[in-house]
């Protein structure tokens, strides 16, 4: 698929995250504005709740949804209408060659601002979160580290997306700083813990997946009902403790080790806009189970980078670089198997893919893989070394799918470590 021109002439070059190809959603106020829904085009966004108040964009008859400062009201309408309300943005800013009075333009200026002077805000009400451990090489690591090559793989890894339940309350908005933790603690060598600062802070590269639509108890959904109800995705960042989540782990997994914060970028790239990027999921090495099973492509080509700034060194060092479709399983998979037990799912909730790690050492995607448990540490800048994160730290995290002479961008995906509060 080519570019789409538009009449936004910032949003027609390939180093734009947002042509009109993309059109993601997001939440903005300038200034002590109150805060509304807007879409990002170029270097602009576009006041939608403005243009719904304006009567010039209408998703629903006689009922408003963009008059609250978050898009779950609009998500609640359904697939059918996400389509059309996309179709009309569309063709309101597309460059029409006919149009020799630019009559959708002089419209629609008065409703675009800079986004160099916006703020942008949490773009959905998150009612829920999931986080998987879906990477085959992010797994196949972290099991090789802690039980060895032979065992890396739990029994049952090769046959269910493996999860667990997070802190909905804890998710946050790119730019917001990330208070290192406290927790209890227990080195190898002693015998009882104590509480203090993590001392083993990593980041995770995932994508976040976005349920639109509510299903009922009781309801289950097979991987392309799944699929039609994800709305659009976000760059997720699960901060995690590594020293508190080894002592707290067993036997129930992840509690408070994971409970400090979780970062995602601030636009919602709609699943319409990555349709032209799906690719499959790897071949398996054991069959799935029915219920499990693909009718198509449910993965993204999406090219995804983390860089770290230091208080010494202010350049950003690229430390990972690898893409989603590195993935074992995908978000379609890992929501029909949240609803296989009957488990209703909420408009605006959250799934995390789980770290995305390719099969190289620059394709890992957390500090832990990167330095092997600490063993191996990397250089950040002129000889200065991490294994794991220190207060200061600046984690960046960017990602696009790649089309012809355009990208589907994300934006970014920022979280400054300050120290804990002890």
């Known amino acids: 698929m080519a570019l789409i021109k538009s009449w936004v002439k910032s949003a027609n070059t390939s180093q734009t995250d947002f042509p009109l190809n993309n059109l993601p959603y997001g939440v903005f106020t300038i200034s002590d504005s109150e805060p509304h829904c807007c879409v990002a085009i170029g270097d602009m966004v576009l006041d939608v709740t403005l243009l719904e108040a304006e009567q010039i964009l209408i998703p629903k008859i006689n009922d408003k949804v963009f008059d609250e400062p978050y898009w779950n009201s609009f998500m609640e309408l359904g697939p059918e209408s996400w389509q059309l309300f996309r179709n009309n943005l ?110 083993r802070f990593d980041f995770e590269l995932e994508l976040g997946a976005i349920v639109g639509t509510s299903t009922e108890i009781g309801t289950t959904l097979s991987t392309q009902e799944a699929d039609n109800l994800i709305f659009g ?99 379609a998979q890992q929501l029909a198997h949240h609803t296989s037990s009957g488990c209703a799912m909420s408009c605006g909730d959250l799934l995390g893919s789980g770290t995305i790690s390719g099969p190289t050492r620059d394709q890992y995607g957390s500090m832990l893989e990167l330095s092997w448990g600490g063993k191996n540490p990397i250089e950040v800048h002129n000889s200065e070394m991490r294994s794991f994160l ?17 990208k589907i961008g994300f934006g970014e995906n920022i979280g400054k470590i300050i120290p804990a509060k002890k």
């Not at 492509?297 to 690898?322: A, C, F, R």
Request: aromatic letters at 10%.
């Open 233 to 331: 995705y976000v760059i997720l960042n699960d901060w995690s403790a590594r020293d508190i989540q080894a002592w707290e782990y067993q036997p129930l997994g992840p509690f408070q080790s994971k409970a400090t914060a979780t970062t995602i970028s601030p636009w919602i790239v709609t699943k319409a806009a990555l349709e032209p990027f799906r690719k499959p999921t790897p071949k398996r090495e054991k069959p799935l189970l029915p219920y499990l099973e693909e009718k198509g492509p449910m993965l993204y080509d999406i090219d995804l980078s983390v860089t770290i700034e230091t208080n010494h060194g202010k350049n950003l060092k690229q430390i990972t670089n690898t893409n989603y479709s590195e993935m074992y399983y995908s978000s």
């Open 90 to 199: 569309t063709n309101l800013l597309k460059q029409n060659p006919d149009d020799t009075k630019n009559k959708n333009e002089s419209i629609l200026k008065k409703f675009l601002k800079p986004q160099k002077e916006c703020v942008l805000h949490m773009p959905f009400v998150v009612s829920e979160f999931t986080d998987f451990f879906a990477s085959y090489h992010h797994a196949n690591n972290v099991g090789t580290m802690f039980r060895g090559p032979e065992n890396a793989l739990p029994p049952n890894w090769l046959h269910i997306p493996i999860g667990y339940n997070g802190r909905a309350s804890t998710v946050i908005i790119s730019g917001t700083d990330v208070q290192r933790p406290m927790g209890q603690l227990k080195p190898p060598t002693e015998d009882i813990p104590y509480f203090g600062p993590c001392k």
């Open 390 to 406: 220190e207060d200061g730290d600046i984690i960046r995290m960017t990602g696009a799918a790649n089309g012809e002479n355009y």
